[in-house]
T-cell receptor, first 115, second 111 residues
Framework: NAGVTQTPKFRVLKTGQSMTLLCAQDMNHEYMYWYRQDPGMGLRLIHYSVGEGTTAKGEVPDGYNVSRLKKQNFLLGLESAAPSQTSVYFC??????????????FGPGTRLLVL | SQKIEQNSEALNIQEGKTATLTCNYTNYSPAYLQWYRQDPGRGPVFLLLIRENEKEKRKERLKVTFDTTLKQSLFHITASQPADSATYLCAGYSSASKIIFGSGTRLSIRP
């Protein structure tokens, strides 16, 4: 099993450009998440999904959109990139057990630099 | 605001000693706490989960405690090794939309 994979690994954007980050998991997990990690700060939840076709906002959703058309994929879009979105983005998935999403399995991350 | 706080200062200890990391939470009632290990340039890796009705959990050289009165979790690594050097993250979970991570504590084990 590949676990959680993220594409691309690194990207440089100019302010105003758009891009989509792809996350894929092969563990048949119900829950998927997108986080950003900035120096000195913890992982912050951007958006999450509790199942195919559903998405919801996390702590820092502004400037991002997501889609989960297939259970195994969770896409994060930046419509008009800003320098404040320079960060490392992590995708994670987790199984749903007894009404709770538990252990999260993280991807390797995508480093995004917005100039 | 709801917070998970970890000691931001790096922890340096001698090989073979027990490392103890602290995680405190405020204005928050997590159903469970998780501990992750993160190596430079990589994603976090799950280590242990402890529920609010559990006081202690162990896994090999790792032990985690959960004190709902103190609003604190302690993470212990016994017989520490240089390979244990990494950043350790604490995360609280109360619902899918309320997963809060601490900023992590960097642990260095010197030979």
């Amino acid at each position: 099993n590949a676990g959680v994979t993220q594409t691309p690994k690194f990207r440089v954007l100019k302010t105003g450009q758009s891009m989509t980050l792809l996350c894929a998991q092969d563990m048949n997990h119900e829950y998927m998440y997108w986080y950003r990690q900035d120096p000195g700060m913890g992982l912050r939840l951007i958006h999450y999904s509790v199942g195919e076709g559903t998405t919801a906002k996390g702590e820092v959703p502004d400037g991002y959109n997501v889609s989960r058309l297939k259970k195994q994929n969770f896409l994060l879009g930046l419509e008009s990139a800003a320098p404040s979105q320079t960060s490392v983005y992590f995708c994670a998935s987790s199984p749903w057990t007894a009404g709770l999403a538990e252990t999260q399995y993280f991807g390797p991350g995508t480093r995004l630099l917005v100039l | 605001s709801q917070k998970i706080e970890q000691n931001s200062e790096a922890l340096n200890i001698q090989e073979g000693k027990t490392a103890t990391l602290t995680c405190n939470y405020t204005n928050y009632s997590p159903a469970y706490l998780q501990w992750y290990r993160q190596d430079p340039g990589r994603g976090p890796v799950f280590l242990l989960l402890i529920r609010e009705n559990e006081k202690e959990k162990r896994k090999e050289r790792l032990k985690v405690t959960f004190d709902t009165t103190l609003k604190q979790s302690l993470f212990h690594i016994t017989a520490s090794q240089p390979a244990d050097s990494a950043t350790y993250l604490c995360a609280g979970y109360s619902s899918a939309s309320k997963i809060i991570f601490g900023s992590g504590t960097r642990l260095s084990i010197r030979p």
